[in-house]
Nanobody
Framework: QVQLVESGGGVVQPGGSLRLSCEAS????????MGWYRQAPGKQRELVAV???????SYAISVKGRCTISRDNAKNTVYLQMNSLKPEDTAVYYC?????????WGQGTQVTVSS
Protein backbone atom coordinates (compact mmCIF):
# COMPACT_ATOMS: atom_id res chain seq x y z
CA GLN A 1 0.00 0.00 0.00
CA VAL A 2 1.26 3.46 -0.94
CA GLN A 3 0.41 6.61 0.95
CA LEU A 4 0.88 10.08 -0.52
CA VAL A 5 1.06 13.17 1.67
CA GLU A 6 0.87 16.61 0.06
CA SER A 7 2.03 19.81 1.70
CA GLY A 8 2.86 23.38 0.81
CA GLY A 9 -0.56 24.79 0.02
CA GLY A 10 -1.80 28.06 1.41
CA VAL A 11 -3.07 31.52 0.63
CA VAL A 12 -1.03 33.67 -1.72
CA GLN A 13 -1.58 36.94 -3.53
CA PRO A 14 -1.89 37.06 -7.32
CA GLY A 15 1.57 36.98 -8.85
CA GLY A 16 2.98 35.04 -5.92
CA SER A 17 4.60 31.62 -5.77
CA LEU A 18 4.13 28.37 -3.93
CA ARG A 19 5.95 25.04 -3.94
CA LEU A 20 3.89 21.95 -3.33
CA SER A 21 5.45 18.72 -2.14
CA CYS A 22 4.13 15.17 -2.17
CA GLU A 23 5.97 12.45 -0.28
CA ALA A 24 5.24 8.81 -1.00
CA SER A 25 5.64 5.83 1.27
CA UNK A 26 6.85 2.47 0.03
CA UNK A 27 9.44 1.44 -2.49
CA UNK A 28 7.82 1.93 -5.89
CA UNK A 29 8.20 5.69 -6.19
CA UNK A 30 11.26 5.69 -8.44
CA UNK A 31 9.59 3.40 -10.99
CA UNK A 32 6.28 5.26 -11.03
CA UNK A 33 4.98 8.20 -13.00
CA MET A 34 3.85 11.08 -10.80
CA GLY A 35 1.26 13.71 -11.49
CA TRP A 36 -0.28 16.82 -9.99
CA TYR A 37 -3.99 17.42 -10.48
CA ARG A 38 -6.33 20.09 -9.20
CA GLN A 39 -10.03 20.49 -8.57
CA ALA A 40 -11.75 23.82 -8.19
CA PRO A 41 -15.21 24.11 -6.59
CA GLY A 42 -17.90 22.95 -8.99
CA LYS A 43 -15.37 21.74 -11.56
CA GLN A 44 -13.91 18.41 -12.57
CA ARG A 45 -10.48 17.35 -11.46
CA GLU A 46 -7.92 18.28 -14.11
CA LEU A 47 -4.33 17.40 -14.87
CA VAL A 48 -1.77 20.07 -14.06
CA ALA A 49 1.57 18.35 -14.73
CA VAL A 50 3.12 14.92 -15.05
CA UNK A 51 6.66 13.61 -14.64
CA UNK A 52 7.50 10.10 -15.77
CA UNK A 53 9.81 7.70 -14.02
CA UNK A 54 12.39 8.67 -16.61
CA UNK A 55 12.03 12.38 -15.91
CA UNK A 56 10.00 13.48 -18.91
CA UNK A 57 7.50 16.22 -18.12
CA SER A 58 4.29 17.58 -19.57
CA TYR A 59 1.98 20.39 -18.52
CA ALA A 60 -1.54 21.65 -18.96
CA ILE A 61 -1.67 24.62 -21.32
CA SER A 62 -3.12 26.76 -18.53
CA VAL A 63 0.03 26.40 -16.37
CA LYS A 64 2.77 25.92 -18.96
CA GLY A 65 5.56 28.41 -18.40
CA ARG A 66 4.40 29.13 -14.85
CA CYS A 67 4.78 25.72 -13.20
CA THR A 68 7.61 23.23 -12.93
CA ILE A 69 7.23 19.63 -11.81
CA SER A 70 10.26 17.80 -10.46
CA ARG A 71 11.07 14.72 -8.44
CA ASP A 72 13.67 13.53 -5.95
CA ASN A 73 13.75 9.76 -5.96
CA ALA A 74 16.07 9.67 -2.96
CA LYS A 75 13.37 11.43 -0.93
CA ASN A 76 10.36 9.74 -2.57
CA THR A 77 9.05 13.23 -3.23
CA VAL A 78 7.55 15.06 -6.18
CA TYR A 79 7.33 18.85 -6.28
CA LEU A 80 5.27 21.43 -8.10
CA GLN A 81 6.76 24.90 -8.22
CA MET A 82 4.06 27.40 -9.12
CA ASN A 83 4.90 30.98 -10.08
CA SER A 84 2.87 33.97 -11.28
CA LEU A 85 -0.18 32.53 -9.59
CA LYS A 86 -3.62 33.69 -10.70
CA PRO A 87 -6.99 33.59 -8.93
CA GLU A 88 -8.07 30.87 -11.35
CA ASP A 89 -5.34 28.63 -9.95
CA THR A 90 -7.36 28.39 -6.74
CA ALA A 91 -8.16 24.71 -6.16
CA VAL A 92 -7.37 21.66 -4.12
CA TYR A 93 -4.19 20.15 -5.53
CA TYR A 94 -3.70 16.39 -5.48
CA CYS A 95 -0.75 14.23 -6.34
CA UNK A 96 -1.12 10.89 -8.02
CA UNK A 97 1.23 7.94 -8.30
CA UNK A 98 0.85 5.69 -11.34
CA UNK A 99 2.55 2.32 -11.10
CA UNK A 100 2.21 -0.56 -13.54
CA UNK A 101 -0.44 -2.22 -11.42
CA UNK A 102 -2.27 0.52 -9.54
CA UNK A 103 -2.57 4.22 -8.93
CA UNK A 104 -2.80 6.14 -5.69
CA TRP A 105 -4.00 9.61 -4.70
CA GLY A 106 -3.05 11.94 -1.90
CA GLN A 107 -5.56 13.73 0.30
CA GLY A 108 -5.01 17.10 -1.36
CA THR A 109 -3.73 20.50 -0.31
CA GLN A 110 -5.65 23.76 -0.73
CA VAL A 111 -4.19 26.57 -2.79
CA THR A 112 -6.00 29.90 -2.65
CA VAL A 113 -4.90 32.84 -4.76
CA SER A 114 -6.54 36.01 -3.56
CA SER A 115 -5.76 39.61 -2.81
Amino acid sequence: QVQLVESGGGVVQPGGSLRLSCEASGTIFSSADMGWYRQAPGKQRELVAVITSGGSTSYAISVKGRCTISRDNAKNTVYLQMNSLKPEDTAVYYCKLDSRTANYWGQGTQVTVSS
